[in-house]
């Protein structure tokens, strides 16, 4: 029997490569996408899909970790092309109807989000599917297991096969070529505790690979499991020692850019690289994830 075939499709997001990518599952008459990437990207996305020698209208099922715009904004133009949508309960509705998604992110990049995200179309009813945490998903020969996995979001799904973990954005933001990376965290339902939890549930799969969106099918997920789960926890006592004084939002993202700048320095990333990682994870809205975070769950008035 055919072995199914995973292929890194890079969706040069504003020109940049490895920022974000989608990945491609073939086996038999199952053609897969696991994330589509934001409708800004959908020449790309037809341009990698016609080097297999297909289009979009031979995806036949999209599965979707969460549904941040850069993540799942051409799923509504892939349900009107033939294909099934597979999302988290909880992002569901915005799918079926993403004014409020569109609403929220266009408070944030205001005149941009064209550039940016493209065109958000919401998903054909018929075609979404609400996935269940740990009911595997049966795709002709394809079994593939989805797991609620909060803590970047608390509608975001991480996505089992065989040996491979496709994780969005909790499984962090690594560039190929460096032992390094970054954990995304965006408001509004950063979480860490619940990001550590996933951490533990993901390790205690033992899969050997893991493939987040940004960027690309690693071979150490023991390895990048850990550095993650380090990564949260110095960050969690880097904010204790920094918000006692109450910061403004401001002067919270001008010590947080300084300190991945210094992380970017002692791994001597080239400009091209810190480039992409910016792309991927917004170190600004890090630093909002953080604040809100540290004043809804950690320290509430």
Not at 106 to 129: A, C, K, N, S
Not at 166 to 193: C, K, N, S, W
Not at 264 to 279: G, I
Request: with cysteine; net charge negative.
């Amino acid at each position: 029997m055919e072995q199914p075939h995973i292929v890194t499709l890079d969706l040069d997001f504003q020109g940049k490569t490895k920022a974000i990518a989608s990945y491609l599952i073939r086996h038999d008459d199952a053609l897969v996408l696991v994330e589509c990437g934001p409708g800004s990207t959908l020449p790309t996305l037809e341009a990698g899909l016609a080097k297999e020698g297909l289009s979009t209208r031979n995806i036949t099922h999209v599965l979707l970790t969460h549904i941040h715009l850069d993540h799942a904004g051409a799923a509504g133009f892939l349900s009107r092309q033939g294909a099934k949508i597979y999302v988290h309960p909880n992002g569901a509705p915005h799918m079926l109807n993403p004014e409020k998604l569109i609403a929220s992110a266009t408070r944030i990049y205001g005149d941009r989000m064209q550039t940016l995200w493209g065109e958000f179309l919401p998903v054909v009813e018929d075609q979404l599917t609400v996935t269940q945490d740990e009911q595997e998903i049966a795709i002709g020969n394809l079994k593939i297991l989805p797991l609620h996995t909060p803590g970047h979001a608390e509608h975001h799904c991480c996505y089992l096969f065989e040996d491979v973990c496709f994780t969005g954005d909790v499984g962090g933001v690594r560039i190929p070529g460096y032992q390094y990376m970054r954990a995304p965290m965006v408001p509004p339902e950063l979480h860490f505790p619940k990001w550590l939890a996933t951490i533990a549930r993901l390790r205690s799969l033992g899969f050997k690979r893991i493939a987040p969106t940004h960027f690309g099918v690693f071979d150490d997920a023991e390895w990048h499991l850990n550095e993650l789960q380090k990564i949260l926890e110095e960050t969690e006592k880097w904010l204790e020692q920094i918000m006692p004084a109450d910061p403004p939002i401001d002067e919270l993202r001008a010590k947080y850019e300084a300190w991945m700048q210094e992380q970017s320095d002692a791994q001597r990333l080239s400009e091209d690289v810190v480039r992409a990682y910016t792309l991927a994870n917004p170190l600004g809205m890090g630093a909002d994830g953080m604040m809100r975070y540290w004043k809804k769950v950690r320290n509430p008035s």
